[in-house]
């Protein structure tokens, strides 16, 4: 049994006939589920090395990291489209300025709480604040971003994603009493409150905020009666943009002062001992920060995706199952995790694997861990268990579009 036949066996989906781009659903769907593989590798591979680490990774461990980069990009750029659209379909200025700004802090207090005790089961003495977080901080600045005209947010998005890059010699201790600032804006590392109060930053906010801005902009694209057409010629203009701007390795994946783990995705790529490495080298750009070749090689093929969603059936198939987890975004994202977590502790049992780490929020101990193919295996099983809550809470959405509330799960 698969997805698509328990999908063929529901009842059926709310209407799509609304305001609501179905497209843009499906492509936020794809994502969630991209999101979930790399997830569940992270619970259940048990590496000792990153998958971009040159020296230790392998074809398919990268293919399997890689693919998931498109996620917080899209995301982003989503979620700036998506407030653009209310606008254009009757709400205020001043109703999205207030929408981003308490949904933006409703996300950060999720990161700091509901989220943290989700990865760990157990309260870190640092906090990780990731892509919820950045999403949130986002949001926030928006509220007072969209109060500017659509082309000046255009702008300033395009420029943020552009030249954000040319930051990265700043170093944070260069800053001396604004240095946990700039952690927090541009450079990824720990942040100290109080010796009590640590946070370690993992999206640093300039060039979120510029993927979100960006995103507010295509709204115009969007609500274009020719937007497929428009959405494949920019999404194959920033690919190929990628491939340029990568090939001749002058700029665009910077070293932003970040640790050590993603020390193999700074800067130009280089000829490998294999043809194999030599393009796993090629695609392994920076993610923490997101540089400018990450961006491009991540929202041009998202767009060139989108444009072919444009028009893909929701009633039934893989083109329905995307549309209700594109349409519970958040509540699919806590809800995977603790699944995921869960799964990994009952697994472990399971097979006399050792799991006292994954109450403690700990690294994982030698000798744990599972091939990719029982990787894949567990993905499936994770996305198996989300579809039948997912497609409930988003037919209780739909017959409570009064309730203002669930706007913010």
């Not at 971009?52 to 293919?63: I, P, Q």
Request: net charge positive.
């Amino acid at each position: 049994m698969d997805l698509q036949r328990i999908a063929a066996n529901q009842a059926p989906v709310p209407s799509t006939r609304s305001s609501r781009i179905a497209s843009v659903d499906q492509l936020r769907g794809l994502v969630m589920i991209l999101m979930a593989l790399d997830h569940t590798r992270d619970y259940f591979s048990g590496l000792s090395f990153s998958p971009e680490d040159l020296s230790k990774t392998y074809g398919a461990l990268f293919f399997t990291r890689v693919i998931t980069h498109i996620c917080a990009p899209v995301f982003f750029l989503l979620a700036g489209a998506g407030a653009y659209l209310s606008v254009a379909r009757g709400k205020s200025l001043p109703q999205v300025s207030r929408f981003f700004w308490t949904r933006g802090l409703w996300l950060i207090f999720l990161e700091l709480t509901v989220l943290s005790f989700a990865w760990n089961f157990a309260f870190a003495s640092v906090a990780f604040v990731q892509v919820i977080w950045a999403l949130g901080w986002s949001m926030v600045a928006m509220a007072l971003i969209v109060r500017l005209p659509v082309r000046w947010i255009a702008g300033l998005g395009v420029a943020i994603i552009l030249l954000h890059n040319l930051l990265d010699p700043i170093a944070p201790a260069a800053l001396v009493r604004f240095s946990g600032l700039w952690v927090v804006l541009h450079t990824p590392g720990l942040v100290s409150i109080t010796p009590q109060m640590k946070f370690f930053v993992g999206y640093p906010l300039i060039p979120w905020i510029g993927v979100m801005a960006a995103g507010y902009a295509l709204g115009v694209l969007l609500e274009r009666p020719d937007r497929r057409k428009w959405l494949l010629r920019l999404g194959v203009a920033l690919t190929l943009a990628f491939f340029v701007l990568r090939t001749l390795n002058l700029y665009g994946n910077g070293d932003a002062g970040i640790s050590s783990f993603v020390s193999s995705s700074v800067g130009p790529w280089k000829l490998q001992p294999s043809l194999t490495l030599t393009i796993i080298a090629f695609f392994n750009t920076l993610k923490y920060p997101p540089s400018l070749d990450y961006l491009l090689m991540t929202l041009g093929p998202a767009l060139i995706v989108l444009a072919g969603l444009d028009g893909v059936t929701v009633e039934r198939g893989l083109g329905r199952i995307l549309l209700v987890f594109g349409r519970v975004p958040l509540f699919y994202y806590i809800l995977h995790i603790f699944l995921i977590h869960a799964l990994a502790i009952f697994v472990g049992f399971l097979f006399h694997q050792p799991v006292s780490w994954l109450w403690h929020g700990e690294h994982s101990p030698a000798g744990y861990g599972y091939g990719l193919p029982f990787v894949y295996l567990m993905w499936f099983i994770v996305l198996l268990i989300l579809y039948l809550p997912c497609k409930s809470y988003m037919a209780f959405k739909s017959r409570h579009r009064d309730w203002g509330w669930l706007s913010y799960l």
